[in-house]
């Protein structure tokens, strides 16, 4: 059975309890729909993706979906209008602790128990699926010095994909400079393609990552001490082999608080750590050849590992998404909430983050701790977040887009609603603050705002090896360290984005595909990402976004 059950009709009634559904295509007045066997009359335009009442609404009575509040009406609303920001407004039921059973009845992983994936393995236990070697600097000082770095490496060992803009700049060079100014036009708008990607110096080295930030010095102490949590959790993570660090030398994010995080999250931490101080050296170029000769032998290291069968339940997936429309929380976020149960019952990990998309679902996730202090630091988490957010004049209620209200999401709790989907239903096993390390088996709920390049940033940082990032309206976010595969809720984006999506999710209202077998499909999808023998249209494009969160109000 599925996750979800889908009525193949013009709209959806998600919840037994809720008042309102989704229209699945777009509605006329006068028009009718049939739900559960109940007939209702569209009694304004209802475009597809938002939601319509099934039955009258006073002003403060709740709007219910997915089972749970989602919001309250502002107006009378008729049965079968539309509901908006016009008419609706944010609103989100209470939360407690209570100390009942927890009972869950985990997937079939038949198919799956057995299989393997080919990695790179740690001798910490972890399990890599890409082997890369990171350039990262203490503090924003070092920014240039990183990209010096970059830019001597990506020349020589050709790390860096084909970029076929560059190929097209050089193009209108050729013909500015031979004089042909009345072709420029139409070249610059010629499709240059890539050539082939030349063979790699180092063949079992999936590349050299080189990341900058704008922290490091000139915040609070405890900025300083979350940056080298966060930069700790990406050497220490399994898809790195190494890593060169350049601090400057007198910056709040000291090297010893970088050791002490990488500590913390392994006492035994044995990878090759390269760290050079500016201030130590005469010279800048001094600590340049230094760091390139040093890094080079470690990539000669590195060079010797080779991938090797291990089990499914040495993954961590992380769970995003971005860009949502009406149709993320019925088609590819359970899709992906299928894969974390499968995860789950297989022994591996998942983390679900982005606080202020879990605004409303409070109670469903407290109700899946598997202890109380798990469901205490949760609420503690949730509150603390909120508080900062209204203290700065925000909210949670602020947390939609205006792309998310134009494609149906138009209070936060709706949005968190369906949001929530790509969590599954298995227990939550661990709460995380950021940054820290997920290290217990099944879903962990890290605390993290709803942006999408400080979350994915941040799930990485906790261990995610791969990430599924589900999008309705696209974008292309990527990750320096970690593949992320994008997943379309609707076959219309698939099309139109087909250059930077990876798996379209639709079928799952346009055809008779359950959200399961769609589920089974994405998880034989990670195992060849997990394998190396397919890449992300992230990874192809060398979209590797990296940006820290400045634990502040971000939503």
Avoid at 103 to 110: A, E, M, S
Avoid at 122 to 136: A, E, M, P
Avoid at 149 to 161: D, H, I, K, N
Avoid at 291 to 313: C, D, H, M, W, Y
Wanted: charged letters at 20%; proline letters at 5%.
């Amino acid at each position: 059975m599925s996750t979800l059950e889908l009525y193949r009709q013009k709209a959806l009634k998600i919840g037994p309890e809720d008042n309102v559904a989704v229209a699945l295509t777009d509605l006329r007045a006068k028009d009718t729909v049939v739900i559960n066997g109940c007939t209702y009359q569209i009694s304004s335009e209802v475009r597809a993706k938002h939601k319509f009442t099934l039955c009258d609404l006073q002003v403060g009575d709740p709007v219910w979906m997915y089972g749970v509040i989602v919001g309250e009406a502002t107006l009378f609303i008729p049965e079968g209008a539309a509901i908006s920001m016009v008419n609706t407004r944010h609103r989100s039921a209470a939360f407690i602790y209570k100390a009942d059973p927890l009972v869950w009845q985990p997937p079939d992983v038949t198919h799956w128990r057995g299989r393997m994936f080919q990695g790179f393995h740690r001798s910490d236990g972890q399990v890599g699926t890409r082997n890369y070697w990171l350039v990262i600097p203490l503090v924003f000082c070092e920014n240039r010095n990183i990209r010096v770095l970059q830019e001597a490496f990506e020349r020589e060992l050709v790390v860096s994909p084909p970029d076929p803009y560059r190929a097209q700049v050089a193009e209108l060079v050729r013909l500015y400079q031979g004089g042909k100014i009345a072709d420029i036009k139409g070249a610059a708008m010629a499709d240059h393609a890539s050539s082939p990607e030349p063979a790699r110096v180092f063949s079992n080295v999936d590349g050299v990552k080189f990341l900058t930030h704008t922290l490091g010095c000139g915040g609070t102490r405890d900025d300083a001490a979350t940056l080298c949590g966060l930069l700790a959790g990406y050497i220490h993570h399994p898809n790195v082999a190494g890593a060169t660090v350049l601090s400057l030398g007198c910056q709040n994010a000291e090297v010893s608080l970088l050791q002490a995080e990488l500590l913390k999250r392994n006492p035994r931490f044995y990878k090759p750590l390269l760290v050079f101080d500016q201030q130590d050296r005469q010279l800048e170029s001094v600590m340049l050849r230094e760091a390139i000769q040093e890094t080079f032998v470690g990539l000669v290291k590195a060079n010797e590992l080779t991938r090797a069968p291990a089990p499914l339940s040495a993954l961590t997936i992380g769970l995003k998404c971005g860009g949502s429309d009406g149709f993320s929380g019925i088609t590819a976020n359970p899709a992906i909430g299928h894969v974390s149960d499968l995860i789950a019952a297989l022994g591996g990990k998942s983390i679900l983050s982005e606080f202020p998309e879990l605004c409303g679902v409070e109670q469903s996730l407290i109700d899946r701790c598997v202890d109380a202090e798990s469901a205490h630091r949760f609420i503690s988490l949730m509150e603390t977040y909120a508080a900062r957010a209204q203290a700065a004049g925000s909210g949670f209620d602020m947390n939609p887009s205006p792309g998310n209200i134009k494609d149906g999401l138009i209070t936060d709790a709706m949005k968190s609603a369906g949001a929530a989907r790509k969590g599954g239903t298995s227990p939550v096993t661990d709460v995380l603050d950021y940054p820290e390390y997920a290290v217990k088996a099944g879903l962990n709920l890290l605390c993290t705002p709803g942006n999408d390049v400080e979350a994915v940033t941040a799930q990485v940082a906790a261990g995610a090896s791969i990430v599924l990032f589900t999008t309705g309206l696209g974008t292309p976010t990527g990750n320096p360290i970690a593949p992320v595969v994008k997943l379309a809720t609707n076959s219309e984006l698939a099309r139109r984005m087909s250059d930077i999506i990876d798996v379209d999710t639709g079928s799952i209202i346009s055809s008779d595909t359950t959200i399961d077998a769609i589920g089974g499909q994405i998880m034989e999808y990670v195992i060849d990402i997990a394998n190396g023998t397919r890449r992300t249209k992230a990874e192809i494009k060398g979209q590797e976004d990296f940006i820290p969160w400045k634990r502040g109000v971000s939503l």
